[in-house]
């Protein structure tokens, strides 16, 4: 099992900043590919963006390319999505999930934590 628990949500204004953390716990955390979600009420849950199990690779949604940021920590077993010139659509609540395969696909991710709500006010 790995445990996920995110942390860094927030009300933020339109053009403002702000990044997410996810702290992973249970299995090697090296062994694990990772990724933001997100969801918004009556949607279905959204790719964000996702980091190889070494941090060498990244792969951005079109609509956060240019803005978001995701990064890992091995060492500290931690995973951040640095969020930039946020908007009201961003607004959403944002998961964490890993996986053992290099998909973005729901689906495809066995972890989960239980989201982190960011608002973002125009």
């Known amino acids: 099992q790995v445990q996920l628990v995110e942390s860094g949500g927030g009300l933020v204004q339109a053009g403002g900043s702000l990044t997410l953390s996810c702290a992973a716990s249970g299995r090697t955390f090296t062994n694990y590919h990772m990724a933001w979600f997100r969801r918004t009420p009556g949607k279905e849950r959204e790719f964000v963006a996702r980091i190889s199990s070494t941090g060498a690779n990244t792969e951005y949604a079109d609509f956060v390319k240019g803005r978001f940021t995701i990064s890992r920590d091995n060492a500290g077993n931690t995973v951040l999505l640095q969020m930039n010139s946020l908007k009201a659509e961003d607004t959403a609540v944002y998961y964490c999930?890993?996986?053992?395969?290099?998909?973005?696909?729901?689906?495809?991710?066995?972890?989960w934590g239980l989201g982190t709500q960011v608002t973002v006010s125009s």
């Open positions: 999930a890993a996986t053992r395969w290099a998909v973005r696909s729901p689906p495809g991710y066995a972890y």
